[in-house]
């Protein structure tokens, strides 16, 4: 007998006043016509430009809409130029792209960025103000991200927070359906019948503890691949940010610029290039001993600006009583994956749709190749690409469901999940093998990171390396077919982010060992130059037998060019693993 959904309180509640639902004694079961998996700043406009168009909407979230994530962690910058400025700035951004990126797109992300910040203002939030002027070029993420989930609220959207997302739904003709998941706090198991979904869920920081990330541990792209999307540019997957060693969680490099580096003895190390840090210097450095910086080239003038647009630098100082500007303190260097670098889920269109139909994806849950090349687009570039894409998508998904009709969620669905899900909690029954071992997802967990964070595996890659590493997940990825652990939703979770993390970074290393040329971050020591008959996107995907692809890039991309012809080749490389 349908029940009404339990309510916890005003405007945290999980479901909205009035609300009625289908309750069963496990597993909540729910509908909607666009499902938005995901809680930063992409998920939130998605969802937003969804209900726009006069649509129901679901958002479900990992942690609590508005507090996870690496955007309400702190600060950031919007890569949102005035209009004088957008040819300078997509030249450069595109020039960043070494000859990958598409001009196109950075134009078209710039110009919806730019219009769509006044809307933040009219929602409530306070840009500062010069000559009487908003100045539109950064956010404090936590405002930021309260605001977004306020406007949410107000327009209708229902959110639910604490519920992982685990699997997606397809129906009988591969589109998509839906999703499953489970409810932390509920201890039960959902499913939201859909008939679009947006992806924008994150990217992969493999659990580094990077600031906000350790809720992007590649869920998405897992989910994705599952339904029969593909990945691309899955080799830039390895950017690593500076951060105090004494608290490497907060990496946030701006600071760092106006820094002096020496050693254990207190040498020089120098460190810069025509008076700007060099890129490669720190990992470089890192690899061979202790490094430690001084911010003792930053001016007053600097100090005024860096402390109130990067406060949160500064507090591991603070509270440890260091004065960064006259004492040295150790450095190194966090591995943010694909949430600063680019790899992610193929976008197939305008709209940011996927190769399933009805699947869309956006902020760093999707490749930014279009928007960087192999570079990172981490800060700026990568706010505006949430915006942007958030909303193509949002809007994209509800115009793919009011094609569907009303009885899109009558559709006959099966769950995708083939990893990490053998639990009842998940609406599973028992592994076929039930007497065999119950892998532990922590300790798969750490033989994943001891592959992906370590510079010598991840930053400066060899074919052997790449060949060893890749030996070592895929008996990992054996593992993880077993049986999991399957006592709470939590275990469940943990299981599922266990496959997802052995899943991407297996893509990672495959996608890596098949670029054979350095080019942006993809850095490889047996091929140091960049190879410029290399102009194509790789593709990847597979679960037990990986792939890759190469889609030519058949026309220059200068500034303001037509988008990409790409060009498939035939035979897709194939792991042999």
């Not at 906000?212 to 029969?228: K, Y």
Request: charged share 20%; proline share 5%; net charge neutral.
């Amino acid at each position: 007998m349908p029940v009404k959904a339990a309510h916890c309180g005003k405007e945290i509640c999980d479901c909205q006043k009035g609300e009625k639902e289908l309750l069963t004694e496990n597993e909540l079961q729910l509908s909607a016509d666009v499902l938005v998996i995901g809680g930063g700043p992409a998920a939130a406009w998605a969802a937003w430009a969804a209900a726009s168009q006069r649509v129901k909407v679901i958002i479900v979230d990992k942690g609590f809409l508005g507090t996870s994530g690496a955007a309400a962690a702190s600060g950031n910058g919007i890569m949102a130029p005035s209009p004088e400025n957008w040819d300078k700035v997509v030249s450069e951004r595109y020039r960043a792209g070494k000859n990958l990126a598409n001009s196109r797109w950075i134009e078209r992300v710039i110009e919806k960025t730019w219009l769509s910040l006044p809307l933040v203002e009219d929602w409530g939030y306070r840009f500062p103000k010069e000559n009487g002027e908003s100045v539109r070029q950064s956010y404090y993420g936590p405002e930021y991200m309260r605001v977004l989930r306020k406007n949410l609220l107000r327009v209708g959207v229902q959110i639910f927070d604490q519920s992982p997302a685990l699997e997606l739904l397809l129906a009988d003709d591969g589109s998509v359906a839906g999703a499953r998941g489970v409810q932390r706090q509920h201890h039960r198991s959902y499913t939201v019948r859909a008939g679009a979904v947006v992806l924008a869920n994150g990217g992969c920081a493999f659990l580094s503890k990077a600031l906000g990330c350790n809720t992007n541990t590649g869920d998405g792209l897992l989910m994705a691949v599952e339904a029969g999307g593909e990945l691309s540019s899955m080799e830039a997957s390895n950017h690593y940010a500076i951060s105090t060693a004494f608290n490497a969680t907060v990496t946030r490099g701006v600071p760092f610029g106006w820094a002096s580096y020496t050693d254990e003895a207190g040498n020089d190390l120098g460190g810069y290039v025509d008076g700007r840090r060099d890129p490669s210097f720190l990992p470089n450095a890192l690899m061979k001993g202790s490094v430690y910086a001084r911010l003792d080239k930053a001016t007053p003038e600097v100090k005024a600006v860096i402390e109130k647009s990067h406060f949160i630098s500064f507090l591991p100082y603070k509270k440890a009583d260091i004065d960064p500007y006259t004492e040295r303190v150790p450095v190194t260097l966090i591995l943010e994956g694909t949430v600063r670098g680019t790899g992610g889920i193929r976008l197939t269109d305008d709209s940011c749709g996927t190769k399933v139909p009805g699947l869309y994806a956006a902020g760093d849950a999707a490749s930014r190749e279009f928007l960087a090349g192999l570079a990172s687009g981490g800060g700026g570039p990568n706010a505006a690409w949430a915006i942007s894409t958030g909303q193509w998508a949002g809007v994209g998904a509800a115009d793919f469901a009011k094609s569907l009709g009303a009885q899109a969620n009558e559709r006959v669905a099966r769950p995708t999940g083939q990893v990490g899900l053998h639990s009842p909690m998940a609406g599973r029954s028992p592994s076929p093998s039930p007497s065999s071992e119950t892998f532990d997802s922590e300790a798969i967990v750490r033989g994943v990171q001891a592959q992906m964070l370590p510079l010598e595996k991840n930053y400066l890659r060899s074919e052997q390396g790449l060949l060893d590493s890749l030996a070592k997940l895929e008996t990992l990825w054996q593992q993880v077919q077993g049986n999991p652990k399957q006592d709470t939703v939590r275990d469940v979770e943990f299981s599922r982010r266990a496959a997802a993390l052995t899943a991407v970074a297996r893509w990672a290393y495959f996608s890596a060992l098949h670029r054979t040329e350095t080019r942006s971050e993809h850095i490889r020591m047996d091929y140091p130059e960049t190879d410029p008959n290399q102009c194509y996107y790789q593709a990847t995907g597979g679960l037990e037998r990986l792939w890759v692809r190469r889609d030519w890039i058949t026309e220059p991309q200068s500034v303001y060019a037509t988008p990409p012809a790409l060009t498939t080749q035939t035979t897709p490389s194939v792991s042999k693993l």
